[in-house]
């Protein structure tokens, strides 16, 4: 590079700089001579597929965005990228890289609680992050301990203390976990269950509650029964799109008819977005889902159910089903 066109680089950095110095910064990588224009990160990946990395750019020198394996493309040894330097494209947030080399959600303490649930376990107070990873503090059948965020089993070094001890594992921060393991909507579901067994057990049948759905965070789940509404002279139950705190997000609901296809993650994004100030490109269906054939720009694209791109440049009328892992196609 002459010194002529690193004086004409740097001063087309100093000048994005300049006109936005909020959102870049001078990162020295690669023992260049003037840096590598980086952007913050959480403006820098717009786009759901696309996360940070500080090798992504020119030969693994600069930061940058690299978009991502979608969910169930083929992914490690099984998918390399063409370029100077041949590499393997990891796949993208919130997935990984699993059986048969396929991305795949990374969910291994959401399967174990639905296999314990499925044994019969009413109890079970696993917490898991919205990612489907243990959380580093674990309690279950009064015994805590502190958890691999991947395989849930206690972390080298620590000890396992009964439940009345939990606050003095090294992993418990009081401002992160407050002052009870259980969280208000999973405490008020495990009070249901424990009052729905003693019902059983003293022979009472017939009693209902108003189940209290929560995640497997311990926060309220995505939907709420919220009563009934008139719909074409008919009075039908109603579910609305809820957030992480019980509220509501408006205007997103569905009958209990088709409850089942509800999963409100696209209602949930766009409430995440706005919190942040930040406007939403993706458009959501009236029952809080993701709309598969998305159009920006006039080009029609389709996406997951998580709101994650899989397929590029459609037509019109495209069923996006027949593009992700494991969907029916009709």
């Known amino acids: 590079m002459t010194p002529t066109m690193v004086k004409s680089l740097t001063c087309w950095a100093v000048l994005l700089i300049l006109l936005n110095p909020s959102s870049a910064e001078l990162v020295p990588s690669c023992a260049s001579v003037f840096g590598c224009l980086s952007f913050s990160v959480d403006t820098s990946c717009p786009n759901p597929d696309e996360f940070w990395s500080p090798t992504a750019v020119l030969g693994g020198c600069c930061p940058g965005c690299v978009k991502g394996l979608p969910l169930g493309t083929p992914c490690g040894d099984a ?22 080399s396929v991305c795949q959600l ?6 174990r609680r639905a296999e314990l649930e499925a044994e019969g376990r009413f109890d079970v107070t696993l917490h898991c992050t919205q990612s489907g990873n243990y959380e580093k503090l674990q309690c279950d059948r009064g015994v805590c301990w502190c958890a691999d965020p991947q395989t849930g089993s206690q972390t080298p070094g620590t000890r396992a203390v009964p439940e009345d001890l939990w606050n003095l594992l090294p992993c418990y ?5 407050g002052a ?12 249901q269950t424990l009052q729905r067994k003693q019902f059983i057990i003293r022979g009472h049948t017939g009693v209902t ?6 995640g497997y965070d311990g926060s309220h789940g995505w939907y709420s029964i ?4 008139c719909v074409l002279t008919q009075r039908v139950e109603i579910a609305a799109c809820t957030w992480h705190d019980g509220t509501k997000i408006d205007p997103y609901r569905t009958s209990l008819q088709t409850l089942p296809a509800m999963n409100c993650n696209c209602a949930r994004d766009e409430k995440l977005f706005a919190m942040y100030g930040r406007r939403m490109e993706l458009a959501c269906e009236g029952n809080g889902n993701y709309v598969p054939l998305q159009s920006r720009n006039g080009a029609l694209f389709c996406v997951d159910p998580d709101g994650f791109v899989v397929a590029q440049n459609v037509p019109e009328k495209t069923n996006c089903a027949q593009f992700i892992f494991g969907a029916s196609v009709i």
């Open 79 to 100: 998918f390399v990228t063409e370029g100077p330097e041949t590499s393997v494209t990891p796949c993208a947030p919130g997935l990984v890289c699993g059986d048969g």
């Open 106 to 111: 990374n969910t291994t303490c959401s399967r």
């Open 173 to 177: 921060n009081e401002t992160l976990h």
């Open 180 to 191: 009870q393991y259980l969280r208000r909507c999973e405490s008020v579901a495990f009070s």
């Open 209 to 214: 509650f108003t189940n209290a759905l929560c």
């Open 226 to 229: 919220e009563g009934q509404e």
